[in-house]
């Protein structure tokens, strides 16, 4: 089965400072793609970032990059001069790709973040 | 681009009681998620829809929720009768097509509250 584990269940980070989140993943494909969204207070899932399994770069999106590793299954979410609005929950999320599949979403628990100012 | 719309924000209801939810997607969209997200917990897969047919209800309990898309575009979700677990955050998604290749949006979702 498919899964994904975020084992940080809240992380604080200084305003302006760097913080990692850590989450890892199982499967069986070898063609997929990993997410990173955020969901403030208004509840709506924010895409943040996303991961091509079969593309070897790390993505990065402004101030947001991961650490993609393929082999160990970990897609880590780094975010660098963390602003006061970047507090929210943050999910991993995964979902296979080929052809006919249906792209349904399987997410981890998600990680509280809280930025201190 | 409106988004994804949903309806009500909030609702209260009664164990024993019924409730639907309301879902409009973007215009154009022909995949419709719907995503029950318990709270602490990530959101997980209800039914999908492709366009007005059913592409995967295999999570969906199906002895008390039902959910249909009149003519591909808005959706409705109904639990009857609600048990106190059905607490949770509603999401409706919807995609241009099945496949992560097309992105994903989300409604803000409604949060139902069963006492």
């Known amino acids: 089965a498919q899964t994904v584990t975020q084992s940080q269940p809240e992380m604080s980070v200084q305003e302006a400072e760097t913080v990692t989140l850590s989450c890892t993943y199982d499967t069986s494909e070898s063609d997929y793609y990993l997410f990173w969204y955020k969901q403030p207070p208004s509840r709506q899932m924010i895409l943040v970032i996303r991961?091509?399994?079969?593309?070897?770069q790390n993505a990065t999106e402004n101030r947001f990059s991961v650490n993609f590793q393929k082999a160990a299954k970990s897609f880590s979410l780094k975010i660098s001069d963390s602003q006061l609005g970047d507090a929210a929950m943050y999910f991993c999320a995964y979902t296979v790709n080929y052809g006919g599949s249906q792209g349904n979403l399987i997410f981890g628990k998600g990680t509280k973040l809280s930025v201190k100012p | 681009e409106a988004g994804v719309a949903q309806s009500p924000r909030y609702k209260i209801i009664e164990k024993r009681q019924s409730v639907a939810f309301w879902c409009n997607p973007i215009s154009g969209h022909a995949t419709l998620y719907w995503y029950q997200q318990i709270l602490g917990q990530g959101p997980k897969l209800l039914i999908q829809f492709q366009n007005n047919g059913v592409v995967d209800d295999s999570q969906l309990p199906k002895d008390r929720f039902s959910a249909e898309r009149l003519k591909g575009v808005d959706s409705t979700l109904k639990i009857q009768p609600a048990k106190l677990e059905d607490s949770a955050v509603y999401l409706c998604?919807?995609?241009?097509?099945?496949?992560?290749?097309?992105?994903?949006?989300f409604g803000s979702g409604t949060r139902l509250t069963v006492v």
């Open positions: 991961q091509e399994a079969y593309k070897q």
């Open positions: 998604a919807s995609s241009l097509g099945p496949g992560a290749n097309y992105g994903y949006t």
